[in-house]
């Protein structure tokens, strides 16, 4: 139901873009959506989530580095990352809720729609 794409291998400092793509009824029917993220030997956490009205909410960590967007035209969910750091070494995933309104401490249980993930290294 969610497709994501753009990970990769990139040297700290350096940027990826992840992109999600959903069917109109899944797009239309998760009113909030978010990225998660799951490195290994850890559990996984949100990174960024985006309310139904638009509205950007941020994991400490990566406020100010990562820029969560959807476009409701093409049925997307990107996540803008720049000024990696190994730390943010991990799968990403995409996922989708109900819920209307976002908060980061939603957990995943609350979500309705996932991605497979896609894989983002950074040495």
């Known amino acids: 139901q969610l497709v994501e794409s753009g990970g990769g291998s990139v040297q700290a400092g350096g940027s990826l873009r992840l992109s999600c793509s959903a069917s109109e009824y899944t797009f239309s029917s998760a009113h909030c959506m978010a990225w998660f993220r799951q490195a290994p030997g850890k559990e996984r956490e949100i990174v960024a989530g985006?309310?139904?009205?638009?509205?950007?909410h941020y994991l400490d960590s990566v406020e100010g580095r990562f820029t969560i967007s959807k476009d409701n035209a093409k049925n997307t969910l990107d996540l803008q990352m720049n000024s990696l750091k190994p730390d943010d070494t991990a799968t990403y995933y995409c996922?989708?809720?109900?819920?209307?309104?976002?908060?980061?401490?939603?957990?995943?249980?609350?979500?309705?729609?996932w991605g497979q993930g896609t894989q983002v290294t950074v040495s």
């Open positions: 996922a989708g809720t109900s819920v209307y309104k976002f908060s980061l401490r939603l957990g995943e249980n609350d979500y309705n729609y």
């Open positions: 985006i309310d139904y009205d638009g509205r950007a």
